[in-house]
């Protein structure tokens, strides 16, 4: 477990969040990801994800979270990935 992961949530807007992601992302990383973005899907039109302060990404901790990420962005919110490891979490 990743134990200096982090999550800044900053609201932009009436409908639009911002998430910075800070430190390792791994497995564990992933669920508390997930668990954020489940909960902000319901009232966030779009949703931001900022990979600019992670240090390492574990590729199992994309396993877990890419498959999750595509059912949450199936629905009615927009979410994207910037900062440098941007391409990381679209390719994989």
Do not use: W
């Amino acid at each position: 477990m990743a134990k200096n992961f982090r999550v800044c949530a900053k609201e932009i807007g009436k409908q639009s969040l911002a998430l910075q992601l800070f430190g390792d992302f791994d497995a564990t990383s992933a669920c508390e990801l997930i668990h954020v973005l489940t909960e902000r899907v319901k009232t966030n039109a779009k949703v931001a994800i900022d990979t600019d302060g992670l240090k390492t990404i574990n590729a199992f901790g994309l396993d877990v979270f890419l498959p999750r990420m595509s059912r949450l962005s199936n629905k009615h919110t927009d979410i994207e990935v910037t900062g440098r490891y941007s391409e990381v979490f679209m390719d994989a």
